[in-house]
């Protein structure tokens, strides 16, 4: 028996909120957890969405039934089969669509924030480790790096990037770990980290949302 590999034609699907326009301050690029819907993700986003601003959400390219073989689906940016073919091909992708949006746009005014939840961490920071795409902000939503920040990204590239880390103090998938640790062994990481917590689960607040707007 011989594997082989073959690259074919992808049809990817993405969600907005806003109108890109001269009057565009901002852009939330926004990458949704493991087994999400961009169309039920970006509505976590909607207290951002006025005139100045615009949310992107990519959805994962692999989609699965939740429970079974029929009823609610959900994505996934990637599992451990095939793992580095993946990962070339949502890079390839999120470049594509970062492309596509703001090739010829003027973004002098314009700040660009990259906020990834949960797997959508992983995945965010890989792409930004791509070194395709500008960003201005950085924030890690609930992420948790089994292997450390830098099996994802050379953390030397977020050394003069605002980066934020945000979660939930009852997040049913952190709640197991050592908080004081788990923010500890980001910071090594990134130093200049800024730590954000709210009393919530494994969730997008909307509250801190509007904050970090500011």
Request: charged share 20%.
């Amino acid at each position: 028996m011989q594997e082989h590999h073959l690259q074919v034609k992808r049809t990817a699907r993405y969600f907005s909120l806003g109108t890109l326009n001269t009057h565009t301050k901002q852009i939330w690029f926004v990458l949704h957890g493991y087994g999400q819907l961009a169309q039920f993700f970006i509505k976590k986003f909607d207290v951002l969405n006025d005139s100045q601003t615009v949310i992107v959400a990519p959805e994962a390219l692999s989609r699965f039934y939740l429970q079974g073989v029929s009823g609610r689906v959900g994505a996934t940016w990637m599992t451990k089969e095939e793992r580095a073919y993946e990962i070339d091909d949502y890079i390839f992708y999120l470049n594509q669509l970062y492309d596509t949006l703001l090739e010829e746009r003027n973004l002098d005014d314009i700040q660009i924030n990259m906020l990834g939840f949960s797997q959508g961490n992983a995945t965010l920071l890989r792409w930004l480790n791509n070194d395709h795409v500008r960003y201005d902000r950085v924030v890690i939503w609930a992420g948790f790096f089994g292997n450390g920040v830098a099996d994802v990204i050379d953390p030397a590239k977020l050394s003069n990037v605002p980066t934020t880390l945000v979660y939930g103090t009852q997040d049913e998938y952190l709640v197991q770990v050592d908080l004081a640790k788990y923010e500890a062994d980001i910071k090594a990481s990134i130093p200049h980290l800024e730590v954000v917590t709210f009393e919530g689960k494994h969730t997008i607040d909307p509250e801190v949302l509007k904050n970090l707007k500011l």
